[in-house]
Every structure is written in C-alpha cells, then in structure tokens.
Antibody
Framework: QMQLVQSGPEVKKPGTSVKVSCKAS????????MQWVRQARGQRLEWIGW????????KYAQKFQERVTITRDMSTSTAYMEISSLRSEDTAVYYC???????????WGQGTLVTVSS | DIVMTQAPDSLAVSLGERATINCKSS????????????LAWYQQKPGQPPKLLIY???TRESGVPDRFSGSGSGTDFTLTISRLQAEDVAVYFC?????????FGQGTKVEIK
C-alpha cells in the first residue's frame, strides 16, 4: 500500500535551516506530485508547495518563495523540503502528501515536528 | 487566494445521530470543462495525519464507511455523517485543489454529546 515515511523531529535555532525528508513506497514515485503542507498548533493546514516528481518541477506558495526548496531523489524515492532563515513562527508539524496533478491527497506522511527556539 | 470557511467550528452530536459540516469557498472550485468540483474532505484524529474521506466533492474514498457523504457544488459544500459512531470523533476539514495556492478550511471538531 501507499506509504510515506518522514524524518524525525527537529529542534532548530532562529536563522538556521531544516531539511525534512519523505520516503515513498507502494506506488510509482515518478508519476506523482509530492505536496508539502504544515500545521501550526491550533491553526489550519497551510500549503507550502509541491514538486512534480517526473519533471522535477517545484512550485511554491508566494509566502515561502524565498525560503523554501523542494527537491526529490528518484534513486531513493524520497522527497525533501528545506526551509531556511527559520523563525519561531515556523514551529509546526510539517507533512508530505502524495497526489496526482491538481488532485486530492491520497496518502500522508506521519508528520515531522519542527521546533524553532533560541 | 481562495478562502475556505467551515461552519460550525465545533459540534456535539449524540451517537447514532446526524452530523453536518459546511464548507464555503470564496470562489467557485467547479471546473466547467470537466464539471468537477476540486474539493476534498479529510478526517484528522489527535496525533495522526489527515485521512482522505471524500474527493471531487462527493466521491467516497475506498474503504471509507458509507455513513460519510459529501455534497454541494461551486462554492458551497457539505460533509454529512449520517449515524455518528464513537470512532468518528475527530477534526474534519475541507480542501480546495482547484488553484495554487491550495487552501484548507479551519477545521470542525466533532464530539459526542
């Protein structure tokens, strides 16, 4: 079955970067779109961006355009989301999810808690 | 950006009774070329990732109990749980995947009365 396994929790200082991984199995990674969203405590889900895996074409929400990089490694069926210049407001659970192009999210990773604190 | 607004924020329903959650989008998510509404519903329990329930506004995901149903078109949508079970206690939220940035409702917390 479709499965996405994310890397473990991170604690980072303001101004630094974090890179979260998402390893896919049970489906054809190259035919998918890997989505990244985040959920701060008590807040609604917020879309960060996606990567069309086959064409290696990322797209970002304007809010994150300057600070986020989404990549993928076809050899390991893994997607990555890196966010730089971290601030306390970036403290959240970060999720990867898989979909087709402009489609629902079929499967989600378990989430990665990123805590930004001095 | 399309703003997704759910109502109510929370509701308490007796076991076996109906729960109804509404979701309104600030712009239509109906694509006229294929007559599909780009709207999904998810269930999220504490400490877990969201789980897909409904997509294209009314198509139930495989394995989802038939007490869950979705309806609506354009800008107004509804998720109905026909006979609430204890395991349905969760937060439910809608999601538009019609345009970028994709956006989500604020969530509706469903509890047992």
């Amino acid at each position: 079955q479709m499965q996405l396994v994310q890397s473990g929790p991170e604690v980072k200082k303001p101004g630094t970067s974090v890179k979260v991984s998402c390893k896919a199995s049970g489906f054809t990674f190259g035919n998918s779109v890997m989505q990244w969203v985040r959920q701060a405590r008590g807040q609604r889900l917020e879309w960060i961006g996606w990567i069309v895996v086959g064409s290696d074409n990322p797209k970002y929400a304007q809010k994150f355009q300057e600070r986020v990089t989404i990549t993928r490694d076809m050899s390991t069926s893994t997607a990555y989301m890196e966010i730089s210049s971290l601030r306390s407001e970036d403290t959240a659970v970060y999720y990867c999810a898989t979909s087709n192009y402009f489609d629902r999210y079929d499967s989600w990773g378990q989430g990665t808690l990123v805590t930004v604190s001095s | 950006d399309i703003v997704m607004t759910q109502a109510p924020d929370s509701l308490a329903v007796s076991l076996g009774e109906r729960a109804t959650i509404n979701c309104k989008s600030s712009q239509s998510v109906l694509y006229s070329s294929n007559n599909k509404n780009y709207l999904a519903w998810y269930q999220q329990k504490p400490g877990q990732p969201p789980k897909l329930l409904i997509y294209w506004a009314s198509t139930r995901e495989s394995g989802v109990p038939d007490r869950f149903s979705g309806s609506g078109s354009g800008t107004d949508f509804t998720l109905t749980i026909s006979r609430l079970q204890a395991e349905d206690v969760a937060v439910y939220f809608c999601h538009q995947y019609y345009v970028i940035p994709q956006t989500f409702g604020q969530g509706t917390k469903v509890e047992i009365k």
